[in-house]
């Protein structure tokens, strides 16, 4: 006879967790069905079913076959995928009072620490707050036009840097996106190539795309694990958890403390966290402006490489828009002078590249989940407390009821001319829904277009011959919550000798900051 005692304790998991998925199928049942979707097995569901790469893919081919729609769970964790803008907006915008929150990830939230962040935090008063912070000091397009200073320089500095190491252009966009959000967030400059912070939010920023990418850590889906010691075989997991954790605090901490100090000192330059620090005294007040601060720092700026970085990409794939898009800087600025942040009401070319960016390749393409509050009916449909919703942005950006021929890269969708309306903003879906809109959307904008526009402006971006042979480069992009191009060879050469006198001028106002 078997007594409880003799069983182990993983055995006891077991037991309770297969109770526990047991009632959840029963349950689920008896309260009515979920949308369509790809067959499971008793308890594990579709488990052993899910995608281990490119996930928005494997979605996108699951919605053709069951629609817009698709719903599947694992482990009874019920997941619905939004493919469509009208379900997205229907339930994320419209009933966004049951739909603003987010799922318990055990690693990359408890563990790892990014549930203080607004990113991942619980929708709830805390949350609000970090919007309430992050809406006041930039979110309208009006209030980033004071920082049109901080984008300059460091776009600026960025261009006379991959004049020199256009192999390096992957760090320079680090770099520059990185002393962009520290500047404006904490009032510090980045000085030499290989900055502390910029390394601490390169590290941070990683971490989050590997660990809240669908499936990647197996403790989310089974909490318990949590129990297993760190030292024990078989959880690597575990410890590499600990070591993101470190990072997310150097994240959170570094950069705050440093910010108290010059303000103890009264040396501290102007910023969202010394500025924001002002206004309450309270503990709870200073944590919430470290951890709305630490969300610029770490997602503002890897979302901002990954966009530029398809900049690249897309202009030495299609050099008849970079080319349009010269002309048009030309025409409106001349070749005396850098665009200026003043000019972009004067580019609607310009605007309409950058914007054709997020659709192409979206830097989140299947956005963050979120997570049903309590029991909600649409459409015939049941979705139970804790369902979760993801949605499908890059399946609605490359979806033919919203673009024409949306593989192809083109800027003239979005300008609308006689009765041609502009297609789709893909802003409205990449940036998220509802209650969890991204709040940094101005500052991504502003960066984004001035880095395109300074480029272009100077150089011209092709693809590298070598040996007499065209380097092309590959166009799959690497799978995680933020996706990134492959790294890719591109020619950098300045477009006249207009623009090399032009950068040579840059060069030497840089040497005498």
């Known amino acids: 006879m078997i007594t409880l005692s003799a069983l182990s304790l993983l055995d006891c998991a077991v037991v309770a967790l297969t109770v526990i998925l047991l009632k959840n199928v029963i349950t689920g049942k008896r309260k009515g069905a979920l949308p369509p979707g790809p067959k499971g097995w008793p308890i594990i569901g579709n488990a052993l079913g899910m995608p281990t790469s490119h996930h928005w893919k494997t979605f996108t081919e699951w919605s053709e076959k069951w629609g817009e729609m698709t719903s599947f769970t694992i482990f009874g964790q019920p997941m619905v995928m939004l493919n469509s803008l009208e379900h997205a907006v229907e339930l994320l915008n419209r009933r966004s009072t049951l739909y603003s929150d987010r799922p318990i990830l055990l690693v990359a939230g408890k563990l790892v620490g990014w549930d203080q962040v607004i990113t991942l935090a619980p929708y709830g008063a805390q949350h609000r707050e970090h919007r309430r912070l992050l809406s006041r000091w930039a ?57 502390p912070l910029v390394r601490v939010v390169d590290l941070a920023a990683a971490n989050f795309s590997e660990l809240t990418t669908p499936g990647a850590c197996l403790a989310d889906t089974f909490p318990i694990l949590n129990y297993v010691p760190a030292w024990m075989p078989g959880a690597g997991w575990k410890r590499r958890a600990f070591a993101a954790a470190r990072d997310t605090h150097s994240m959170l901490e570094i950069p705050y403390a440093m910010v108290m100090e010059q303000m103890a000192a009264g040396s501290a330059i102007h910023s969202f966290t010394s500025d924001s620090l002002e206004e309450k005294s309270s503990e709870e007040h200073h944590n919430n402006v470290k951890s709305a601060a630490g969300v610029m720092y770490a997602a503002g700026a890897a979302t901002s490489v990954a966009t530029m970085h398809s900049f690249f990409l897309a202009m030495i794939c299609f050099p008849e828009v970079q080319k349009k898009a010269q002309l048009e800087i030309e025409a409106v600025v001349g070749t005396d002078r850098l665009p200026t942040l003043a000019d972009r009401d004067s580019l609607p070319f310009v605007n309409a590249l950058c914007t054709e960016l997020h659709r192409w390749n979206p830097a989140l393409p299947l956005g963050v989940t979120h997570r049903l509050i309590e029991d909600d009916v649409y459409e015939g449909y049941h979705f139970p407390k804790g369902t979760l919703f993801t949605v499908n942005v890059w399946k609605i950006l490359h979806d033919s009821v919203n673009y024409k021929d949306p593989l192809e890269f083109n800027p003239d969708r979005f300008i609308a001319s006689g009765e041609k309306e502009s297609e789709l903003d893909p802003r409205n ?8 809109v991204c709040t940094g959307i101005h500052l991504a904008d502003a960066t984004l277009f001035m880095a395109c526009t300074r480029t272009l402006a100077i150089f011209n971006l092709s693809k590298p011959i070598e040996n007499g042979r065209v380097i092309e480069p590959v166009v799959e992009y690497q799978t995680g919550t933020i996706s990134h191009p492959p790294l890719f060879k591109c020619a950098i050469t300045p477009r006249s000798a207009k623009a090399e006198a032009l950068l040579h001028s840059l060069e030497v106002e840089a040497l005498q900051e």
């Open 139 to 195: 979110g309208t397009r009006s209030s980033v036009m004071r920082f049109a200073p901080i984008f300059e320089r460091e776009v600026t500095k960025m261009i006379v840097r991959l004049a020199h190491q256009p192999d390096g252009l992957v760090e320079e966009l680090k770099k520059m996106a990185g002393a962009i959000i520290l500047d404006i967030t904490y009032g510090y400059r980045v000085q030499n190539d290989d900055d």
């Open 429 to 436: 879906v990449m940036f998220g829904f509802g209650r969890r």
